[in-house]
């Protein structure tokens, strides 16, 4: 049976990785422990939990990882250069062709709701628990949703990750990956392959969600409070919790860095934050056009802001408390009545889902 060969992909992959492996801990853990110490706030653009410690900057990380790809030169594309640019610039617009991709997800029937879940690479477990918990396309009775997660290239285990997220993906139909870095300053580029896709394999899509693989999320609530099935389908739609009045953060040391030669402005226009936003799938096309004809910034929920900024449309204000970017304690009547809460490790997710989703106890009437 294909489900009984399920877990051990992440156990094949840390075997493929043998003595990487143990670097990838050291890598992975300490980023982990770590992000007590990354800022007492949260900064708007905040959208990775396992992105690096503050103090390590771009900069010292670069050659290895362009070592690294000239090592294994796996791709027949020339990788686009940014010799003369800034490194943190983001190379766009650029074909970046897709590795792996799923051109025909939408052909039979337009979803209304197709779910883009940022992910890594080697982050099989987590997933695993999304698509268990959350990330479920059946979880809201009679409204069609599609789960795809957004994949960049391994920077360090490419050419042993690569078979495994083949298998995965021809098991689960739930994966796009093109050919760009997956690094924490490339983060738009996945959130504009997202784009790319909605425009060229699923044109006719209602709504589209972006969400970081770290949060908890309430489908059914989006869908019934904000998304509404049986009113016509909103238009130039973007919501989520929003930032006003920020600005690009100067200090080399944080890992929200943005460069003035990347970004002179010193204000954002309003965004969403990145650990959910939705947006109206006329939106999602519009966006990705504009993305072909501005500079693109490193901080992909600041850039969408800018993108709206650009086309002249204005983020949409929802309810108060529906989305949040600071973790909130699991409470079974306050999550039925939210939409996003950020930093859900895929271990609490699976621990409080089957009491989220038990029907024995219900909240309100109306959900
Ligand atoms: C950051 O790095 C610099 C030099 O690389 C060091 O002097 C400083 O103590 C570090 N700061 C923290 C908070 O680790
Ligand atoms: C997804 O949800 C449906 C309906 O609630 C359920 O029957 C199914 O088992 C779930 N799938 C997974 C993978 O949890
Ligand atoms: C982003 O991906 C491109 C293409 O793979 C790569 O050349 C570039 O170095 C990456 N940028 C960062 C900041 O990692
Ligand atoms: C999208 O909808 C339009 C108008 O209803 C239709 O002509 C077109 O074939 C649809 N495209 C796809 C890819 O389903
Ligand atoms: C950036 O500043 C310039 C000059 O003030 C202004 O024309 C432009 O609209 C600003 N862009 C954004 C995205 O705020
Ligand atoms: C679910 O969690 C709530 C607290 O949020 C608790 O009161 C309730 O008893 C739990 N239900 C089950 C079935 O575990
Ligand atoms: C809770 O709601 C679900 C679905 O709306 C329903 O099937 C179930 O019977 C309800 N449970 C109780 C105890 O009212």
């Known amino acids: 049976m294909f489900r009984s060969r399920l877990p051990v992909l992440p156990v094949v992959g840390l075997l493929i990785l043998s003595s990487n492996f143990l670097f990838l801990l050291i ?15 949260e900064w708007p653009g905040n959208s990775d ?52 991709n799923e051109p025909s997800k939408c052909q039979e029937w337009a979803p209304f709701l197709v779910l883009l879940v940022v992910s890594k690479p080697h982050d099989f477990t987590e997933r695993q628990a999304i698509r268990q918990t959350w990330g479920n396309e059946s ?10 997660f957004l994949l960049g290239a391994d920077p360090l285990f490419r050419s042993p990750l690569q078979p495994l997220l083949e298998e995965e993906s021809s098991l689960y139909r739930d994966i796009i990956q093109q050919e760009f870095l997956d690094t924490y300053n490339n983060l738009t580029l996945k959130t504009l ?20 693989s770290d949060i908890f999320l309430n489908v059914g609530y989006l869908v019934s409070k904000l998304l509404q099935p049986h009113l016509p389908p909103k238009k130039d739609y973007m919501t989520g919790y929003i930032y006003r009045n920020t600005g690009p953060l100067r200090d ?18 309003p965004y969403c934050g990145g650990p959910g936003y939705v947006l109206s799938g006329d939106l999602a096309k519009k966006v990705f056009q504009v993305a072909q004809t501005i500079p693109v910034i490193n901080m992909e929920d600041s850039f969408m802001g800018i993108c709206l900024y650009t086309l002249g449309i204005e983020v949409t204000e929802s309810p108060w408390g529906l989305f949040h970017v600071f973790k909130v304690d699991y409470e079974k009547c306050r999550f039925s009545e939210l939409v996003v809460v950020h930093h859900y490790s895929p271990e609490e997710l699976l621990q409080i889902w089957p009491n989220f989703t038990d029907q024995n106890k219900n909240c309100t009437s109306q959900n």
């Open 49 to 100: 939990s396992l992105g690096d410690h503050p103090n390590i900057s771009r900069f010292e990380w670069k050659p290895d990882l362009q070592k690294t790809t000239k090592a294994r030169p796996l791709n027949q594309q020339p990788l686009a250069t940014a010799t003369t640019q800034h490194p943190l610039k983001v190379v766009y617009p650029h074909v970046y062709p897709f590795l792996i």
């Open 139 to 148: 979880s809201v009775p009679g409204v069609s949703i599609i789960r795809l």
């Open 252 to 269: 080399k040391a944080y890992k929200w860095y943005v460069p003035r030669e990347v970004y002179p402005n010193d204000t954002y226009p």
């Open 193 to 212: 392959m997202g784009m790319e896709w909605v425009t060229r394999f699923c044109p006719n899509a209602t709504y589209v969600m972006k969400a970081d």
């Open 27 to 41: 890598i992975r853990i300490p980023n982990k422990g770590l992000e007590a110490f990354s800022l007492p706030w």
